[in-house]
C-alpha cells in the first residue's frame, strides 16, 4: 500500500480544513488507517483512525468533536475534516495505514506529510 496525502495549507484559527490521503493497491480496503501529527520539538502522536469499513472510528479526546476522519474505498480515499482549529493543531499531518487487525497498529505504510499551519 502507498499513500499520498494532501491538504495542509495555512488557516486562521477557527477556521476549518479537509485533508485528503491517496491510497493505492488492490487491498487498500482491507487496511485500517489512521491520521497521525507531528509538531515542531515534539512527537508524532496519533489523532484519528477508521476501521477497514470506516464505520468504526476512534480519536484522541482533544480532536474529538472538532475531527472526523473517513475513507472512501472505492476512491481508495481517506480524509481528515478539520474544525474549529486552534495555532496548537500546527503540525505535519501524516495518513497511515496498517495490516493489523485492530487500529491499534503498527502502523505499516506511512504518507510523506502535509503541513498544516494555524495562525492566531
Known amino acids: 500500500v502507498q499513500l499520498q496525502a494532501s491538504g495542509g495549507g495555512l488557516v486562521q484559527a477557527g477556521g476549518s480544513l479537509r485533508l485528503s490521503c491517496a491510497g493505492s493497491?488492490?487491498?487498500?480496503?482491507?487496511?485500517?488507517v489512521g491520521w497521525f501529527r507531528q509538531a515542531p520539538g515534539k512527537e508524532r502522536e496519533f489523532l484519528a483512525a477508521?476501521?477497514?469499513?470506516?464505520?468504526?472510528?476512534y480519536y484522541i479526546d482533544s480532536v474529538k468533536g472538532r475531527f472526523t476522519i473517513s475513507r472512501d474505498n472505492a476512491k481508495k480515499m481517506v480524509y481528515l475534516q478539520m474544525e474549529s482549529l486552534k495555532p496548537d493543531d500546527t503540525a505535519i499531518y501524516y495518513c497511515?495505514?496498517?495490516?493489523?487487525?485492530?487500529?491499534?497498529?503498527?502502523?505499516?505504510?506511512w504518507g510523506q506529510g502535509t503541513l498544516v499551519t494555524v495562525s492566531s
Open positions: 493497491g488492490r487491498t487498500f480496503s482491507s487496511y485500517a
Open positions: 497511515a495505514a496498517t495490516s493489523s487487525p485492530t487500529v491499534a497498529g503498527p502502523y505499516d505504510y
Open positions: 477508521a476501521g477497514w469499513s470506516g464505520s468504526k472510528t
